[in-house]
């Protein structure tokens, strides 16, 4: 009798791993080396091929890595007890006191939990058009974006359904963006990320607030070549370029990206970088205007205008 669990001999490459998790491939390969896990097979090709067991066990990590924790604390733990953690985790609150009721929150998760797609994007349109969209970004999308992601670290959440909520506030958002009216021509700011940063609703939420204090906004959406970056804000005349990053990329990825990108942009054009990799923000390189939250939007909108 064969008592291995359904799945148990199946492999991920590493490409969709990186996909899977928003773990970089560079982030996997130095793990290995440093901490022993993952552990990755070799395909019939001698590439990375990892078990499921392990790409379960790096959303659990990334998913902590998000809320705080140290990849050489958690790394190597046994997934039980990244699984106490992560209760641990959720229990604590996240952040600045939000007005949105619990139970509102509580709602949109159990829409997400019954695959009630349509009838989540119109509860969320309903309080975006009560809240209004600067409310809504910082009470309601900051807030859901942490229950989303502690249900996901808990076991509660399938991938899929992250992804269902993701989508959905993402629609929700472009389509309240895109009916705020023009209110000027400056700055005109590019948003977009580098192409290891597969996440983008944080780049969102940050054009929603950019907008509502009257920039004009270029997205290019994400994962965008540098070379392009560069082509893209030359032809575009912009004033500043804004990227985002989650945690967990390689440091010296996301520096040496963001040194890469200032060397070959205008000098003229300031580049903005905002978001949850701590490196970003232990160590900002020089050129670089970190935002330590998108409540730092207003006040360097503000200090850009004011230096013209």
Same mark, same amino acid.
Do not use: C, K, M, S
């Given at each position: 009798m064969n008592d291995r669990a359904p799945g148990a001999d199946l492999t991920v490459p590493i490409g969709a791993v990186e996909r899977d998790t928003g773990l970089s491939k560079?982030? $996997?390969r130095v793990w290995e080396r440093r901490?022993?896990?993952?552990a990755p097979q070799r395909d019939a090709f001698g590439e990375r091929a990892y078990p499921l067991a392990q790409v379960d066990k790096l959303r659990m990590v990334k998913r902590l890595l998000d809320h705080g924790h140290r990849p050489g604390r958690i790394v190597g733990l046994p997934i039980e007890r990244l699984q106490e953690l992560a209760s641990a985790t959720a229990a !604590?609150?996240?952040?600045? =006191?939000? $007005?949105?009721a619990d139970d509102a929150l509580d709602?949109?998760?159990a829409l997400v939990k019954a695959? +009630? !797609? =349509?009838?989540?994007r119109r509860a969320l349109s309903q309080d975006l058009l009560r809240m209004g969209l600067g409310r809504f970004v910082s009470e309601? !999308?900051?807030p859901m974006n942490e229950r989303v992601g502690d249900a996901w670290a808990r076991g509660s959440f399938e991938v899929f359904e992250e992804h269902l909520y993701t989508e959905s506030m993402q629609v929700v958002l472009r389509n309240a963006i895109n009916t705020v009216p023009e209110a000027g021509a400056t700055p005109r700011v590019l948003l977009t990320t580098l192409p290891f940063e597969a996440h983008g609703l944080g780049l969102l939420m940050a054009e929603a607030l950019l907008v509502l204090e009257g920039a004009h906004c270029i997205s290019l959406g994400i994962q965008t070549p540098i070379g392009d970056i560069v082509l893209a804000a030359r032809a575009q005349r912009v004033d500043i370029v804004a990227l985002s990053f989650s945690s967990a990329h390689a440091a010296n990825a996301v520096l040496d990206g963001l040194l890469e990108l200032r060397r070959k942009l205008p000098t003229e054009v300031e580049l903005w970088g905002g978001g949850r990799c701590a490196v970003l923000? @232990? @160590?900002?390189?020089?050129?670089? $205007?970190? $935002?330590g939250s998108l409540g730092? !939007?207003?006040?360097?909108?503000? *200090?850009? +205008? =004011?230096? *013209?």
């Open positions: 560079d982030t $996997l901490y022993g896990f993952p !604590v609150p996240h952040g600045a =006191a939000t $007005l949105a709602a949109y998760l695959h +009630r !797609v =349509a009838d989540l309601v !999308v900051g923000h @232990r @160590r900002p390189p020089a050129g670089v $205007l970190v $935002l730092d !939007v207003a006040p360097a909108l503000e *200090r850009w +205008r =004011a230096d *013209r």
